[in-house]
């Protein structure tokens, strides 16, 4: 059984940094990419950054491009998002996301999510 968990979200000031991990279990995710997603209160699920699993190629929406870092540990099957330069717009439910790039729709996974909330 495939399990996403996300932790290290919580209250920060605008300006703070945050890192969340995401734990993932169950199946080799090698061809997978690994991504963090968001939502506000009232709006939709939006893309955050991703990672390719092995080769460790990024992107990043350009809301967070240059505040935010993804990364993963293969050893410790986790993929972080570190988080600096907050903002209150930053403000959501972020989660972690894994899916096949060649099936997207179809083979894919979310983890619960993890509130963030920064403080003006």
């Known amino acids: 059984q495939v399990q996403l968990v996300e932790s290290g979200g919580g209250l920060v000031q605008a300006g703070g940094s945050l890192r969340l991990f995401c734990a993932a279990s169950?199946?080799?995710?090698?061809?997978?990419?690994m991504g963090w997603f968001r939502q506000a209160p009232g709006k939709e699920r939006e893309f955050v950054a991703h990672?390719?699993?092995?080769?460790?190629?990024?992107f990043y929406a350009d809301s967070v491009k240059g505040r935010f870092t993804i990364s993963n540990d293969k050893s410790q099957n986790t993929v972080y998002l570190q988080m600096n330069g907050l903002k209150p717009e930053d403000t959501a439910v972020y989660y972690c996301?894994?899916?096949?790039?060649?099936?997207?729709?179809?083979?894919?996974?979310w983890g619960q999510g993890t509130q963030v909330t920064v403080s003006s």
């Open positions: 169950g199946r080799t995710f090698r061809t997978y990419r």
């Open positions: 990672i390719t699993w092995c080769g460790g190629s990024t």
């Open positions: 996301n894994a899916r096949n790039p060649v099936a997207p729709a179809t083979d894919a996974y």
